[in-house]
């Protein structure tokens, strides 16, 4: 009871609608091992803090340019939305997977993708092949479906819950905006 509570602050660049997660003991180059708490903002940015001692991060990573809330008409999460769900560490190949909604700009305008980050806990560098947008799509009839296919809308979904890992797989989920 005497040592628990807040401890100090250290600060991010947007709002955390993800949870912080936490490896003890992790060896980060340069800098010997650090029990370090993991911090994922809707500015689309991974921060790794040291969890012992205030300071600036470990190491910060900007996966891309969020999307504002503005342009999915919903009021839920403001003013922008990046990583919403709470990433996963699979500590058996020291890897930190999140997913960020980005918005890129185009000849037509404002395009949107839903991006899967694999990233070392060390150091915050994307692992190849990285990063994978996610894209699919399901037999179905129902709105926005074509040829018999509802595609994934990388607009209209949002990544809320967060990311399992369980027998060596990945599962990511999704809503929609203002569920």
């Known amino acids: 009871p005497s040592t628990f509570g807040k401890q100090f602050s ?3 660049d947007g709002f955390v609608y993800a949870q912080p997660l936490y490896v003890a003991g992790l060896r980060i180059p340069g800098k010997g091992r650090r ?3 993991y911090v994922a903002t809707e500015n689309d940015s991974v921060y790794a803090f040291d969890s012992d001692h205030p300071g600036p991060p470990l190491w910060r990573v900007s996966l891309g340019t969020p999307v504002p809330s503005s342009a999915v008409a919903c009021g839920q999460i403001v003013p922008r939305i990046g990583i919403t769900g709470t990433p996963v ?3 058996a190949t020291g890897t930190l997977y999140v997913v960020a909604m980005v918005q890129h700009s185009t000849s037509n305008g404002a395009a949107y993708a839903q991006q899967l980050h694999a990233l070392s806990i060390s150091t915050g560098k994307q692992k190849p092949g990285g ?3 996610i894209a699919g799509s399901v037999p179905g009839k129902g709105a926005g479906s074509k040829d018999g296919k509802v595609d994934f809308n990388a607009f209209r979904h949002l990544n809320r819950p967060g990311l399992a890992m369980a027998d060596g797989m990945l599962y990511i989920a999704f809503g929609s905006h203002c569920d």
């Open 10 to 12: 250290d600060s991010v």
């Open 35 to 37: 029990n370090v708490v």
């Open 89 to 91: 560490i699979d500590r």
């Open 131 to 133: 990063p994978v947008t």
